[in-house]
């Protein structure tokens, strides 16, 4: 194929999305027009659709090409073009009122992972804010605060994954509710496990649904109720107990507090043996099932279990990752080529490998400290803080209510809030209390509506940055391919202009470009040029990194960084919070709303949201080529659907306390009775009765978060009926 | 003579799509029926042992109907490589009725958009093309 054109001009990016990958891009330009984008045929890092859709999102016509004032009520989305000087002197001049009426704690700035990478991020906003006092910060993570809790505590880094190249050298792989076929995961991970799979690896998926991946690589599917996957681990241990089938020479070796953990599980500590049985009516998996894959994963060597961040997000999610780790210390797989730590942190999102790179380490060490494990002092610094899920609440209530503050100035940058955090109606209510907001977007998203001054970011192809692999250690040049469209300003851009508006003129002193260079001379490239061509640079390591090698090999020269050198167990720092919802050792505790509760006679049935293939959370919503895909649909068990009478591609209306929304039925033996699942991220778009005919799953979903900070997206119970109007 | 062709393995396809989406953005496709590549999800089974399998075939046929069907013999196949492909000045598009659209067996792929833009972009027209692009 004869891929350049004349007149054609190919510049190198990396689509970085907050998808789950970053993949190098071959944009190709012609006349300041991206004409077409092509990925690597270099090797196993390409794009998926949503990378190959980026021409359509970047042209998209509901594009935000200029500043807007919002002229009718909030949500209902009319506006006014303004200029871009009007547009941030409003924002200066009312972040100024509030800052002198209110105080700098009022102010509250939150930015997600919408498309920004290491250079435009919400970093020079939060410098800007900074000058004028200590603004109020949210904190926790929606995709795995309890995977990096658990890692922090248990391993005491969230440095704690092998790479997705290592997965060839397993022989058992147990996939957690992963599911990256659909959700990356790590540019190339789906290359990886086809691998592994071709050299015989077995593969086991726990889900409650039968995903693309379940589909594509597994020997064995479990199906499991949503929200108890606590419980089986737990049983997978008294099962390996029993038998002694664990790795007492490995727990002895490198653990602390295991003892306390033997104890509850084997019934010594509250008289309630967690066995196959205990477990199976409480997970709706087998007892038998649950003893084949405890020893399966006890005696199939080098074994890997990768958790995901799904059964974390939920209620008590953290435990979930806590019994997650132990179970691989138990089976001695940590450490080792082929076996994986079982962790599921932070770091594995924005790297997967502990990069030397200072501007990754930043990020690290801000996300390590902002959301970090609670311990006495963590929570006397966020007596000043509010967790994302409590955004609502603190300004529906401020001082009032017993917080630090009241709200009265939100800015949002890179984050469809409204539509990506649970128990939208409250966050509804919540944003039509807020004095002043501004919005940062490339789109009229649901959260936009409720904007006072939208501006109007650009893209990544309109702009210089980096990022860094996922899972595969590489650095990308994310080049600027074209102009920005209409008025649209980097986020980089609009930090030092609005820094102006509010008198300060030195918020930064260097222009893109230059911090580009800089950025680039941290990564240890040598030939500049040659990785701007090409986009991106793979760092050459003699075999597949595996995290905590030289803390197994030699453990004593390398003490693991935890207060004790060792894996923990128990953690100490828990016991002496004396929460019993934060015990020192994994355990399965029952939500509130699980499908064992009295809420269930009303809301019958499990509701998970998912990550969709088409989306990258809520970004990509409004694509037409990804839209046309469909798949935006509940899906329900035969059982389920016709109890309720309900046949597949039905009008449907699922609802409970908090909201409800409209879709349509797939009826599909791909999931467990009991539970239906929605794709999350779809773009709230309600009725004048509150029908969310868009349907957002997060207005049914609750905000109530775990006590180490988890979200409980998938602790969730609702019901379904026909929709009989129009 | 050559005849070229798409090899699939369906043991590797992991349904995600991205090659209908190349094939859109490469060849300036928009949203529409039209597409160069079809994505099937083929769910057979029953509840706990479904059977789910993907494939990914790109449109073209070693029998086009779309050529006799053509009123005015627009439709050639390419000697070199057994490729069909249409020229704009032979193809009088909608004003014969689109007879080669109506006579296309092959899942509906070639709507009149497609045929639109392709004769806009490459001077080619509704046919079996296996992804052919300039």
Redesign the interface.
């Known amino acids: ?1 004869n891929k350049l ?1 004349t007149k054609e001009q190919v510049v190198a990016t990396a689509c970085s999305s907050h998808c789950g990958g970053s993949c190098p891009l071959q944009v190709y330009i012609k006349d300041g027009i991206v ?4 990925t690597s045929d270099q090797d196993e890092l ?4 949503k990378g ?2 980026q ?2 999102k970047v042209y998209a016509s509901d594009r935000l090409k200029y500043p807007l004032r919002r002229v009718g009520r909030r949500s209902a989305g009319e506006f006014e073009r303004i200029s871009w000087d009007e547009a941030l002197k409003t924002v200066a001049s009312r972040f100024k009122h509030v800052i002198n009426k209110y105080g700098p704690e009022a102010v509250v700035l939150d930015f997600m992972g919408g498309d920004i990478a290491y250079l435009h991020d919400g970093r020079w906003l939060g410098r800007l804010f900074r000058r004028f006092g200590d603004y109020t910060q949210l904190w926790s993570n929606p995709s795995f605060m309890g995977g990096n809790v658990a890692s922090m505590i248990t391993y005491g880094t969230p440095h704690a994954s092998n790479n997705r190249d290592d997965l060839v050298n397993s022989k058992l792989i147990i996939m957690w509710g992963w599911d990256p ?2 959700t990356v995961s790590g540019t190339g991970t ?1 290359w990886f496990l ?1 691998q592994a799979k071709e050299r015989g690896a077995r593969i086991i998926t726990i889900d409650p649904r ?1 995903t ?5 690589f597994a020997d064995e ?1 479990i ?1 499991i109720r949503p929200s108890t996957d606590t419980a089986m681990l737990v049983a997978m241990a008294s099962v390996m107990l029993t038998e002694n089938a664990h790795d007492q020479h490995f727990i002895d070796a490198y653990t602390v507090g295991f003892d306390k953990f033997r104890d509850y599980v084997l019934g010594v500590e509250d008289g309630v043996a967690k066995t196959p049985l205990w477990a199976e009516e409480i997970t709706g998996v087998p007892a038998t099932t649950i003893e084949g894959l405890a020893r399966e994963y006890a005696t199939i060597k080098p074994a890997a279990l990768l958790p995901s961040g799904a059964p974390g997000r939920t209620a008590y999610g953290e435990q979930f990752h806590r019994a997650a780790i132990t179970l691989a210390a138990m089976t001695g797989n940590i450490g080792i080529h082929g076996g994986y730590a079982a962790a599921r942190a932070w770091e594995s999102l924005f790297g997967g490998y502990p990069y030397d790179i200072t501007w990754f380490k930043d990020r690290v060490e801000f996300f390590k400290t902002r959301d970090g494990p609670p311990s006495r002092d963590t929570l006397a610094r966020r007596a000043k803080q509010v967790h994302r899920l409590e955004l609502a609440d603190f300004i529906l209530k401020g001082k009032r209510g017993g917080y630090h503050a009241d709200c009265k100035f939100l800015f949002l940058m890179a984050s469809n809030f409204l539509n990506q955090v649970p128990n939208v109606n409250k966050t509804v209510r919540a944003l039509h209390a807020v004095e002043f907001i501004a919005v940062q977007e490339q789109f009229m998203t649901p959260t936009a509506k409720f904007a006072d001054i939208v501006l109007p970011a650009n893209s990544f192809l309109e702009r210089n940055d980096m990022t860094v692999g996922w899972h595969l250690p590489y650095v990308c040049c994310m080049n600027k391919a074209i102009d920005s469209l209409g008025e649209s300003k980097s986020p980089l851009q609009i930090a030092v202009e609005l820094a102006k508006h509010m008198g300060v003129t030195d918020l930064v002193n260097k222009d893109e470009e230059e911090i580009l260079h800089e950025m680039i001379a941290e990564c240890g490239v040598t030939d500049c040029e040659e990785f701007r061509e090409r986009g991106y640079s793979r760092m050459k390591l003699e075999e597949p990194y595996v995290a905590f090698k030289k803390q197994i090999e030699d453990p004593q020269n390398h003490p693991f960084p935890t207060p004790s050198g060792k894996i923990e167990i128990y953690c100490q720092q828990w016991a002496e919070l004396s929460n019993p919802e934060l015990p020192p050792i994994p355990k399965y505790m029952e939500p509130e709303e699980s499908w064992r509760s009295s809420l269930a006679r009303k809301y019958s049935l499990q509701f998970i949201s998912t990550h969709f ?2 989306r990258a959370l809520s970004q990509f919503d409004n694509i ?6 469909g798949g935006q649909a509940l899906e329900m ?2 059982s389920d659907a016709f109890a309720r009478e309900i046949s597949n591609g039905d009008l449907i209306r699922v609802f409970n306390d908090r909201g409800q929304l409209l879709t349509r039925a797939k009826v ?6 009991g539970v239906v699942s929605l794709p999350q991220g779809a773009w709230y778009d309600p009725d004048e009765t509150g029908l969310d005919r868009g349907a957002c799953a997060n207005v049914l979903t609750h905000g109530e978060y775990s006590p180490a900070g988890a979200w409980p997206l998938n602790t969730c119970l609702v019901e379904v009926e026909r929709y009989e109007g129009r | 003579m050559i005849q070229l062709g798409f090899y699939f393995d369906q043991s ?7 090659s ?3 094939r ?3 060849n ?1 496709v ?3 029926p039209a597409s160069w590549r079809s994505l099937l999800t083929i ?1 057979r ?4 042992d ?1 059977l ?3 494939l990914s075939t790109a449109c073209y046929c070693v029998l086009p109907s779309c050529v006799p069907a053509c009123p005015t013999g627009a439709i050639h196949e390419r000697e070199e490589d057994g490729i069909f492909i249409v020229t704009s000045e032979e193809c009088t598009g909608n004003e014969s009725g689109g007879l080669c659209e109506q006579n296309c067996i092959a899942m509906g792929l070639h709507s009149s958009e497609r045929r639109r833009t392709l004769r806009r972009k490459n001077g080619i027209s509704a046919a079996a093309t296996r992804c052919w ?2």
């Open positions: 194929m054109k004409t077409r984008i092509e390409k794009a998926c659709l190959r859709a021409r359509q076929a659909n789906c086809t039968y693309e991946s379940v589909a594509s599917w199906p293939r088409n037409p080529w990804l839209k046309e895909l068990h035969p599909t033996h791909r999931i467990m009775p | 590797r396809c992991i349904g995600c799509a991205s209908l989406i190349a859109k953005d490469w300036d928009p949203a529409g769910e089974g029953t509840y706990p479904p789910v399998t993907f692009s300039s």
